[in-house]
């Protein structure tokens, strides 16, 4: 018997996109396959465009609570043996679930993950397909995912629904959402299995995001997640010399993005990472910086080394400090 797969949409003010993203799943080759529509108080056309499937899908409404209020709404609906994420500005191939539900099945794991690739909409109108991101088979995904936020929308992947029973959406998360998850997932014990080829495009358009609205607000949400992340892996017993690294790489990455936004009041968050990264990986304050920049840090240490730093970079981007 061919098991059902449930294919899980938030949609809040998508109805520009939304038609194509519920088509994407009823195009698929794969059945039996149930698609569920939650709309988080939509004021466009959005719930209009979910009735007109009529019984091609199932559908809730309910007022504004976010995206993973919606997503943990939309398990609690589904009945699939297999549960697919999909954003409503997002699209999926035609092949994406039949192919990953039989690699699952072959290599009897917990979740799949292919590659995928950016669509981008631009103010002009202008659409044009990026290149393929290729994320390649991760010897430790939990590593690769503490390190690096860069890969971890979850369209390219499929879940057995024994995992997703197994954690839950943070409802108080306004960004980092994927990432947060899918630290659940692993933290959970959940095996991973890698399936080459793009199979899912996600969207870059003009509209407005939690990052281009407020960039304080996506900075500090990424942080809490690592923060979250780390006290987890801690008081599990989990943590080791590499998680360590990859943690700081993050907080390091994350820094920097305070750095770029060019504003003061971020600062007192970026020092607060400062002393986490110095905690987990003091050496990562030395890797491929200038001479300049290593000599300062011997004489000052690392918070009067970065607040200098901070200081060039947000006077001017012509200075690059931190690097040979």
């Known amino acids: 018997m061919t098991n059902l797969v449930s294919v899980i949409i938030p949609c809040f003010n998508a109805e520009q996109w939304l038609d194509e993203a519920i088509d994407s799943v009823l195009a698929q080759t794969y059945a039996p396959i149930e698609v569920i529509v939650i709309d988080d108080g ?3 056309r959005s719930l209009s465009i979910i009735q007109s499937y009529g019984d091609q899908l199932i559908w809730r409404t309910q007022e504004n609570q976010g995206a993973n209020a919606a997503r943990n709404l939309g398990f609690a609906i589904a009945s699939g043996i297999y549960i697919q994420y999909l954003d409503a500005d997002d699209y999926l191939l035609p092949d994406k679930i039949a192919q990953q539900v039989e690699h699952l099945q072959s290599n ?3 979740f799949v993950y292919g590659d995928w690739r950016y669509q981008h909409h631009l103010a002009d109108g202008k659409v044009y397909l990026d290149e393929i991101r290729v994320c390649g ?5 939990l590593e690769s995912l503490l390190a690096n936020d860069r890969w971890s929308n979850l369209a ?3 879940f057995t629904r024994s995992l997703v029973e197994q954690v839950s959406w943070d409802e108080s998360l306004a960004a980092a959402q994927d ?3 899918l630290f659940s997932v692993m933290l959970a014990g959940a095996k991973s299995i890698y399936l080459p080829g793009c199979n899912s495009v996600y969207r870059l358009h003009p509209g407005e995001t939690v990052s281009t609205k407020s960039k304080t607000r996506w900075l500090e949400a990424h942080c809490r997640v690592m923060a979250k992340a780390e006290q987890n892996l801690r ?3 989990l943590m080791s010399p590499k998680y360590q690294q990859a943690l700081a790489t993050a907080y390091w990455s994350m820094g920097r993005e305070y750095i770029y936004s060019n504003s003061d009041r971020h600062y007192p968050t970026y020092a607060k990472t400062l002393d986490r990264i110095h905690r ?3 050496d990562l304050f030395l890797q491929n910086k200038s001479r300049l920049y290593q000599a300062v840090y011997q004489l000052l240490g690392y918070q009067a080394t970065e607040k200098l730093s901070y200081l060039v970079h947000s006077q001017t981007a012509k200075i690059n400090w931190g690097r040979s």
Not at 137 to 141: E, H, L
Request: aromatic residues 8%.
């Open 280 to 282: 987990l990986a003091p």
């Open 108 to 110: 009897k794991a917990d």
């Open 137 to 141: 088979d991760k010897a430790d995904f």
């Open 235 to 237: 008081e599990g017993g």
């Open 156 to 158: 390219p992947m499929l």
């Open 179 to 181: 990432r947060d998850f």
């Open 42 to 44: 939509s004021s466009d």
